[in-house]
């Protein structure tokens, strides 16, 4: 056998020293977070999947088809004119992105901190406290964005997303996801001691806030003294700015700006609380 014949050495990997691996970690340690986080999702990726886009389509089914029936027969005037079923898809998609952030930034925020303390190890590298922070933010915000997508599909292909911007629902309703989880994972990370508070938030707000934010039936048809629930919640805020793009809701475009403010001026408070948390927390 000839040189040329000899076939070509296969050169290993070659490790990066220390100084660069660690310039690296502090340019990109985010992104590895939040790689590290996918790549643990994708262990029980059927059940996110079927919680995430299951239960919202199954009320898309229940209420939009079978009750809509009847109240597009008696009362489509009370929704704008549109179909109940394009009034309330909307509203689900938002309240599937809020709930499921509701269960990324509780629960897994106190594992990280206390039960098995995952967020230990990375910030024994190089990675900062921020950085762990912000890399859990963007796996869960992907993960709001593709339900969303698979769900306003969904939405689409029964007719209930008349324009053509309809597709931005998807966007704004990734967008509540942060704007309610955020403050939540803010709250999470000052808990050192598990004393059913995640249950009591699931119960007295995270569930009134799917009922009373204009989910099913117009906020201003509820009594003035439960309608303030709506006005600030995430839920309410982004299923309006939803329907302005998916069935084209007229509303006054002040009212579309306070939606829209509310919404990133609640993502930003809440991220701006629990970076300054996970620092104290975790140290510089």
Do not use: C
């Not at 704004?172 to 000052?190: K, R």
């Not at 306070?258 to 104290?280: E, K, N």
């Amino acid at each position: 056998m000839t040189d040329a014949q000899l076939p070509t050495a296969v050169h290993p990997l070659r490790a990066h020293s220390p100084a660069i691996s660690a310039s690296r970690a502090r340019r990109w340690g985010s992104f590895f977070y939040a790689e590290q986080a996918l790549r643990v999702m994708r262990g029980y990726g059927w059940s996110v999947f079927l919680y995430s886009v299951g239960q919202p389509v199954a009320y898309l089914f229940a209420m939009g088809i079978g009750l809509a029936s009847l109240v597009d027969a008696n009362s489509a005037a009370v929704f704008g004119g549109v179909s109940y079923l394009a009034f309330i898809a909307p509203a689900l998609l938002v309240s599937s992105a809020v709930m499921t952030a509701s269960g990324d930034f509780s629960y897994p925020i106190m594992d990280g901190f206390k039960w098995r303390r995952v967020f230990y190890g990375p910030h024994a590298s190089p990675l900062v406290p921020q950085q762990i922070a912000a890399g859990h933010i963007m796996a869960s915000a992907l993960k709001f964005l593709v339900q969303s997508v698979v769900y306003f599909v969904i939405v689409a292909m029964f007719g209930a997303s008349p324009s053509p911007w309809g597709w931005v629902s998807a966007v704004v309703a990734t967008i509540a996801g942060l704007s309610f989880g955020l403050p939540l994972m803010a709250y999470a990370s000052t808990i050192t001691k598990d004393a059913g508070q995640f249950a009591l938030v699931q119960r007295f707000i995270v569930v009134p806030l799917f009922l009373f934010s204009g989910t099913f039936f117009p906020l201003d048809s509820l009594p003035i003294g439960v309608r303030w629930i709506g006005w600030i919640s995430p839920v309410w805020h982004g299923t309006e700015l939803g329907r302005v793009f998916t069935y084209g809701l007229e509303e006054s475009p002040v009212l579309t700006l306070i939606h829209v403010l509310f919404l990133v001026g609640a993502a930003a408070t809440g991220w701006t609380l629990t970076r300054r948390q996970f620092v104290r927390r975790m140290g510089a």
